[in-house]
């Protein structure tokens, strides 16, 4: 595995490559039914802070990832090819060897009191899923919370997890003094569709149950609602079914994206569909014959029935004590004719 060839120099730092990880990888198992199947490698990391490449059309600047790899296994999770750079395998391979960078949260804490780091808004959970079951053993976030925290650093976290609520305390001592977005991804509620393509994330009802909670305690949470599987997941009984449960657990707001199928993803999902909807392997063609992307008319058509149906179920800024949970940048990304993003689907 080649583990040096993505790092930066610091935050901020311009110009310069430094090794990612440092030379001493520890590769561990755990043979308790949570990890069965899934390989530890954990790396002490040399930065930590991530600047988004600048030709990149994320919607934000600097990242924070604990992980790379995730066991929510997602099959047409766009972070896949991320782990063809550590020589990884990016299909069964990506669910299943998790890199866990063990000094992420002493690093972050570093790299915030830099001379150099200027308190920019951090993003989590934009690369892979920063509350997988790794998270639940461990226990990076905790540290990475604190240190914002304390640092007053406004942040974002984008999750399926609900081991997320495992920090409730420290979301909230971190929302008292700094601003913090909080989304959790739910893009249908179809039994079926979640055991076939999220295999290892929890149930949409759980994730809903998060919003839910999360809302009980004061702290407004977004649902992205990503991705919405063309043919799968995208009739409109589907949708308004998913909006109106998003409605009831008190979402503040509700971003549709559809799906995007990048390289690493692509292969991955393609192949998955010919085996378990054949039929509809020559209508993705046709959809995403011009790339990674669904075509416009698609996205405009999603984004108009959610959004229509979010007003339909008073979803949003009109809610009382709505509050913002989705970043302003995400929620324009997905407004009619706004270009597509490239968020991961979590
Ligand atoms: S889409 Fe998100 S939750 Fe799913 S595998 Fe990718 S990073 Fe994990």
Known sequence: MRWDNLGHGGPEASGTTAALFGADVVTRTFDTPEFRGITFHEVRARSIIN???GASRMPFEWTVN????????????????????????????????????????RLLRRELASP??????????????????????????????A????????????????????????????????????????????????????SGAPAPERRLDVVRTLTEHGIGCGV???????FLSDGPDQLRATVRAIAAAGA?????????????????????????????????EALYADGAYAPKWYQRRITRQ??????????????????RAVPESERRASEPGAGPTQLTLL
Request: hydrophobic share 40%.
């Open 116 to 145: 150099h780091w200027t308190g920019r808004h951090i993003a989590m959970g934009t690369n892979v899923d920063c509350y997988q079951r790794a998270e639940g053993r461990y226990r990076l976030m905790p540290g990475i919370l």
């Open 252 to 284: 503040t707001s509700v971003t549709p994206l559809a799906l995007h199928l990048r390289p690493g993803a692509r292969e991955w999902f393609m192949a998955w569909l010919d085996r378990h909807h054949p039929g509809l392997v020559r209508h993705y």
């Open 51 to 53: 600047r988004v490449p």
């Open 224 to 230: 992205l609602m990503a991705p919405v599987i063309p």
């Open 66 to 105: 604990p992980y790379r790899g995730c066991s929510h296994a997602c099959v047409y999770c766009f972070a896949r090819r991320s782990h063809a750079y550590l020589d990884l395998d990016t299909g069964i391979g990506f669910d299943t060897q998790i890199v866990v960078k063990t000094n992420a949260d």
């Open 147 to 198: 240190a914002l925290r304390d640092f007053a650093n406004p942040f974002s976290i984008l999750t399926k997890g609900t081991l997320i609520l495992r920090d409730l305390d420290l979301i909230r001592s971190a929302r008292a003094v700094a601003e913090v977005g909080i989304s959790v991804s739910v893009a249908f509620l179809d039994e079926e569709l979640w055991r076939a393509v999220e």
């Open 306 to 323: 959610v959004h229509e149906l979010a007003a339909e179920y008073g979803i949003g800024p009109s809610r009382p004590g709505a509050h």
